[in-house]
């Protein structure tokens, strides 16, 4: 997403952070009403209706139509279309992220958690949780099968409470077991 796409969305949104306007959009969903018949449908004065109008008609979200001397409101159905094309789908919204280290936010739980290659504690909050986990699963080599004690042995080398920590490997899906319990390996899908 480039700049000026993300200073237009934030432009929408700061545009229709505010109920009066939300509620002009409402209306001119239906049809098109002029300012005077807007500010007493919404009890407002008509130079608040008139400022609400420019700030959506500035975004191209309203569109006005003359007729003699009156000026009739109505939705930019078009403009909403070209809008939702052009920035709001999936992948505009979420190129912009790019530019982020995502991978920072592991790193600073990590450096919380983990003290000379050891789990100083078990978080408490799943989103850590998992972080831990993913850290812990690659100790272990994708297409081998280990018995609970392997399992064990390797969890125990970075903390004492290997039980937990092997159940929560299981429950979040980075391990799988045999139903009997005695083999574990790392699911095909999980790689």
Request: hydrophobic share 40%; charged share 30%; aromatic share 8%.
């Amino acid at each position: 997403m480039t700049q000026k796409e993300l200073d237009i969305l934030l432009q929408f949104f700061k545009t229709l952070a505010d109920e009066n306007r939300l509620k002009i959009i409402g209306l001119l969903s239906h049809r098109e009403h002029s300012v005077g018949e807007l500010a007493a449908l919404l009890d407002l004065k008509e130079p608040t209706v008139s400022h609400h109008l420019a700030r959506l008609k500035t975004l191209g979200l309203v569109d006005v139509r003359a007729d003699g001397n009156n000026r009739f409101y109505r939705l930019d159905r078009a403009a909403l279309g070209r809008l939702n094309q052009e920035i709001f789908s999936t992948e505009r919204l979420t190129s912009w992220v790019d530019d982020i280290d995502v991978d920072a936010w592991d790193r600073k739980v990590l450096s919380d958690y983990i003290h000379d290659g050891k789990l100083k504690q078990i978080p408490t909050k799943e989103k850590k949780l998992i972080v831990i986990l993913r850290w812990l699963i690659t100790r272990f080599e994708p297409g081998r099968r280990y018995t609970e004690r392997d399992v064990n042995d390797i969890i125990e080398g970075v903390y004492d409470d290997y039980a937990m920590l092997r159940r929560e490997l299981v429950d979040f899906g980075f391990l799988a077991r045999d139903s009997g319990g005695g083999g574990y390996w790392i699911p095909e899908d999980s790689v």
